[in-house]
């Protein structure tokens, strides 16, 4: 088992930075891909960015690319999402994961075998 605890979440202006960070314990985090993905008030969850268990590779959606960057630091058991140019649409609850899979990386939302609790991004306009 995999225990995520996603921190970092605030009320920022459009157009900041924020990063978000999501500690692991538990089994051993290298095991794992990690992933982010968001949620909104009246959406469904969905992908943001995704990272090897070694970090060789990294997937991201369009509507993120460019703007957000996905990585993770083994020895601190640790996966960070940097949020750059950040808009009013990028407002939702951020939640990272954990998936045993490490064959590809999954943008799927059901191949995901451990979640956080969230933390809440919010930007202003």
């Known amino acids: 088992q995999v225990q995520l605890v996603e921190s970092g979440g605030g009320l920022v202006q459009a157009g900041d930075s924020l990063r978000v960070s999501c500690a692991a314990s538990?089994?051993?985090?290298?095991?794992?891909?990690m992933g982010w993905f968001r949620q909104a008030p009246g959406k469904e969850r969905e992908f943001v960015a995704t990272i090897s268990w070694k970090a060789a590779t990294t997937r991201y959606a369009d509507s993120v690319k460019g703007r957000f960057t996905i990585s993770r630091d083994n020895a601190k058991n640790t996966v960070y999402l940097q949020m750059n140019s950040l808009k009013p649409e990028d407002t939702a609850v951020y939640y990272c994961?954990?998936?045993?899979?490490?064959?590809?990386?999954?943008?799927?939302?059901?191949?995901?075998?451990?979640w956080g609790q969230g933390t809440q991004v919010t930007v202003s306009s």
């Open positions: 994961a954990a998936d045993s899979d490490l064959i590809g990386l999954s943008a799927r939302y059901g191949d995901y075998d451990y």
């Open positions: 538990g089994r051993t985090f290298s095991y794992y891909n």
